[in-house]
């Protein structure tokens, strides 16, 4: 399987009609694609062959309930950082058996939550969260499986803001403190010790970090197994990036292959935690041209989405291909492509040659991951609606916010 087919938004291949899609349901709106989503999660299943391997989702890409569904569907696993991720899963029909639990601030109430339906692992971050988690465990009356996130201490080549795996983030346990904290879990009577975390950050467009991490990983593994601390599985974590513009991350075979050579022959069972590589090119971000002006030397086409509807863009600077949904006869120009948030730092992408006029729709591409699990309601602006295209139908899968839901639960004062 080439990348390209692979990573290609089927929403294009099958002749998505977008802009119909738009007129019926308004804008700004989400568009995603089941096939697409199936095609992505299967990338990622199949290219680890029979080695023994769990695919977990990373739900904070994307939590739209039916999107869950969807990946439930074909037997996935999930990762979630929240009881309400939690929920969200269960709600979508997963399976907590196929559930991991990552974060570095779970409270008690989530960690009942999740004891009492019976996760798979706990990824820990901290020797404080494994002494809080025997407590809580040993209290209800059960055994938690846990693994424990072990910060590598690699570069991952990407973004200061989505980079994890340094020894000056916040997540995991240092290289340093790994074996005692290990050594620490498994004395703890309401623990089990299962595997080996590491997740060394996001969009990561290249092998080689994966590799250093698994290294340093595979050795403490090693290390704790002369202890007679036995590790069931390694989870990897999720970090593979996609195409945005023009970069090429391997496809999943690549990596997958790259990983189980280093493995060599061991039989650990591997953990995958992919979230943006299945659902950013799932999905696009549709938006209608509100007016289009000129300030001095700059162009603007102010459109109706904006940095609370989609917030890459603003947040870390991430580029996003935008493109004309219909052709015009529009004269092809330069243009900022804002929204009406009150914030200079409300764009969607900057200096694009578009041909568009007003009144015309615009595809931000790649939105599926980090779109709406983004999104706020910054200047009291609803969220916007999802939409699902399954083969010729399509579903709305989340109602745009009325004006009412923005004001649920707040009270006056008597
Ligand atoms: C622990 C953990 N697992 C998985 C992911 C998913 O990452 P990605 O969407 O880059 O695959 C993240 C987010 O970076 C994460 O923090
Ligand atoms: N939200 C980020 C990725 C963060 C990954 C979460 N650990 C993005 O849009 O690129």
């Known amino acids: 399987m080439d990348y390209f087919s692979y990573q290609q938004n089927a929403l294009f291949a099958e002749d998505c009609p977008v802009a119909e899609l738009a007129k019926k349901h308004g804008t700004p709106l989400y568009i995603y694609s089941r096939a697409t989503l199936e095609r992505h999660w299967h990338a990622f299943d199949s290219a680890v062959k029979d080695h023994p391997h769990l695919i977990c989702y990373a739900v904070k890409a994307n939590s739209n309930i039916a999107v869950l569904n969807v990946l439930a569907r074909l037997g996935s696993g999930f990762d979630i950082v929240s009881g309400g991720?939690?929920?969200?899963?269960?709600?979508?029909?997963?399976?907590?058996?196929?559930?991991?639990?990552?974060?570095?601030?779970?409270?008690?109430?989530e960690m009942e939550q999740a004891l009492n339906v019976g996760i798979y692992c706990?990824?820990?971050e901290s020797a404080a969260e494994l002494e809080q988690l025997d407590l809580v465990a040993g209290r209800l009356g059960k055994v938690a499986p846990v693994s424990l996130r072990v910060n590598p201490d690699v570069d991952a080549g990407t973004h200061p803001y989505i980079s994890t795996g340094l020894k000056e983030n916040k997540f995991g346990i240092s290289m340093d403190e790994a074996e005692q904290v290990f050594a620490r879990a498994a004395e703890l009577s309401n623990l089990e010790v299962k595997g080996v975390d590491c997740h060394i950050g996001s969009q990561l467009t290249e092998i080689q970090p994966f590799l250093d991490a698994m290294d340093r990983m595979l050795a403490l593994i090693d290390r704790l197994a002369e202890q007679g601390i036995e590790i069931k599985h390694f989870d990897v974590g999720g970090g593979l990036g996609v195409t945005y513009d023009d970069?090429?991350?391997?496809?999943?075979?690549?990596?997958a292959a790259a990983l189980l050579e280093r493995l060599n022959g061991r039989p650990l069972k591997l953990i995958f935690e992919p979230g943006r590589a299945i659902a950013a090119n799932a999905g696009i971000f549709v938006t209608q041209v509100l007016y289009l002006k000129e300030n001095s030397d700059k162009r603007f086409a102010i459109v109706d989405g904006a940095m609370n509807d989609l917030i890459r863009p603003s947040l870390y600077s991430a580029w996003q291909n935008i493109i004309a949904v219909?052709?015009?006869?529009?004269?092809?120009?330069t243009y900022d492509v804002v929204g009406p948030v009150c914030e200079t730092g409300d764009f969607i992408g900057k200096q694009r040659e578009l041909a568009v006029q007003s009144g015309d729709y615009l595809a931000v591409r790649s939105s599926g991951a980090y779109g709406f699990t983004m999104a706020s309601n910054y200047n009291s602006r609803p969220r916007a609606a999802e939409v699902m295209v399954d083969k010729d139908k399509h579903y709305v899968i989340r109602a745009r916010e009325n004006v009412e839901q923005l004001w649920q639960g707040e009270q006056l004062l008597p």
């Open 85 to 109: 991720e939690l929920s969200r899963v269960l709600q979508a029909g997963g399976d907590p058996a196929k559930v991991v639990f990552s974060g570095v601030g779970k409270t008690v109430a």
């Open 122 to 124: 706990f990824n820990v």
């Open 247 to 255: 970069e090429t991350p391997p496809h999943p075979d690549k990596y």
């Open 326 to 333: 219909e052709r015009t006869d529009a004269p092809t120009l």
